[in-house]
């Protein structure tokens, strides 16, 4: 099970810019009454996603439609925000660090992975030229249908393939949608495609263990049980009313206060591992779209949310932590620490008289990553940086499905802090209305 130490972030570490641990006691209260309100609704069913780890209905649909496709060369996902940032993350987490460039025997047999999120017609038209569909599975995964992006990637699958493999073109497609409304499922049910159902009370963003992130996984292969099973053990942690034992109420409480308290608006997310980075590309998205609000519960103008930023380490360290260290205290870091890699890598002893060179040599590049983040988490410290760090065990499923709901129940916490919806996007709303304006969607001219 994975772990958070909040050993850098108090005022003893950290200066006058950690905490107090009184602050915390003092928002005890309140995070009680939003424990108690996030069971409540769980019990009501209005938040599915908290029970998804348990859906085992769901994930054999999954299992048994990759089992469909196994013999694909390619696997092409369709999608934007977090139907594309959930498998995404699973993916460069749990695959192979150069899985695409593997020969099929190599992946044995998996699928290579590649994801259409943008449309930036070069990388689009670049990569459906390089997936032959007669060796490839399209996932198109999209809760309405409607959104301009991933409608577009629609268009020019369904065309590529129908051109290509004529009426057993539906044989490669599989759009993950809403099980009952929206385009996608109409369009569905008149060409006979093959369907995965997304849950209607489940948002984009909170989707990963959904099909949306459970289909991919099980076709490249990933131990999809021990990825649900880590993530229900958390949901049951991160429910309990016990502070002490349950790290999502701490951390939750502890970011609200940083951003609130301390004006530590820039919350900084670094990975200490390849593997793990991008989660924080997930985590992104999480945060910034649930939590940048621009009136609360109560109809009030409060325009509150904290910034996420993403890094890597050791990497990062050559170009943005000279800003963490000397730059405005308004950053709060959120440290991922790999504590066992899949590899161990021993670097050679050779030049003993370089001395730039000997001291490396016999020593770990898995020892040299871990003093890399240790001295990097006390630099800030000795700053007065404050920082938590999350740790995991091992790289593998149960670590990343622990993780995953985690920052799921953080951020739902959170919003109770802020007294802000988390499971909606207006902003975002906003932007799809100009884009069907601009371009001339039906209904939509006269909202530009």
Not at 292 to 310: I, M, Y
Not at 381 to 407: K, N, Y
Request: net charge neutral; charged share 25%; glycine share 8%.
């Amino acid at each position: 099970m994975i772990s958070l130490n909040t050993d850098h972030a108090f005022s003893d570490k950290a200066g006058k810019h950690g905490l107090n641990p009184r602050d915390i006691e003092k928002l005890k209260p309140k995070i009680l009454s939003a424990l108690a309100a996030i069971r409540e609704r769980q019990r009501a069913s209005e938040l599915p996603f908290l029970d998804l780890p348990n859906d085992r209905a769901a994930a054999d649909s999954c299992r048994v439609m990759a089992e469909r496709f196994s013999k694909m060369q390619n696997f092409l996902l369709a999608g934007i925000g977090g139907s594309a940032l959930g498998p995404a993350a699973l993916f460069g987490t749990l695959a192979h660090p150069l899985h695409n460039l593997l020969n099929a025997d190599q992946r044995k047999g998996r699928p290579r992975f590649f994801m259409l999120d943008n449309v930036d017609p070069d990388y689009a038209s670049a990569l459906l030229a390089m997936c032959d569909p007669r060796e490839t599975v399209f996932n198109i995964i999209s809760k309405s249908g409607a959104t301009a992006e991933t409608a577009a990637a629609s268009l020019l699958v369904f065309d590529r393939t129908q051109k290509a493999l004529g009426p057993k073109w539906k044989e490669h497609v599989v759009c993950t949608t809403d099980p009952r409304t929206g385009d996608l499922r109409k369009l569905c049910e008149r060409e006979g495609l093959l369907t995965l159902d997304l849950p209607s009370g489940v948002g984009g963003r909170f989707s990963i263990l959904t099909p949306v992130g459970l289909f991919p996984a099980y076709l490249l292969g990933f131990d999809v049980d021990a990825l649900l099973k880590g993530a229900s053990e958390m949901a049951a942690r991160g429910l309990s009313d016990d502070l002490s034992q349950n790290p999502a109420a701490k951390l939750a409480a502890m970011l609200y206060l940083f951003d609130r308290e301390y004006k530590k608006l820039i919350h900084v997310m670094m990975a200490y591992a390849n593997s793990l980075y991008l989660l924080a590309d997930w985590f992104r998205q999480l945060w910034a779209e649930s939590l940048g609000k621009a009136t609360d519960l109560n109809g009030d103008k409060v325009n509150v949310g904290p910034t996420p930023v993403k890094a890597l380490g050791a990497t990062d360290q050559h170009s943005q932590v000279q800003l963490f260290i000397e730059g405005p205290y308004d950053k709060v870091f959120i440290f991922l620490e790999a504590k066992q890699f899949r590899t161990e890598l021993v670097l050679p002893s050779i030049y003993k008289d370089v001395s730039s060179l000997d001291y490396l040599g016999g020593q770990t590049m898995n020892r040299l990553m871990a003093a890399e983040f240790a001295a990097t988490r006390e630099a800030l410290a000795r700053q007065e940086r404050p920082s938590v760090t999350i740790t995991f065990p091992q790289l593998d499923a149960h670590s990343v499905g622990s993780f995953l709901m985690l920052m799921e129940i953080v951020t739902t916490i959170a919003g109770s802090l802020y007294n802000i919806n988390p499971f909606d996007q207006p902003g975002v709303e906003h932007g799809k209305v100009l884009t069907y304006g601009l371009m001339g969607r039906k209904g939509y001219e006269k909202k530009i």
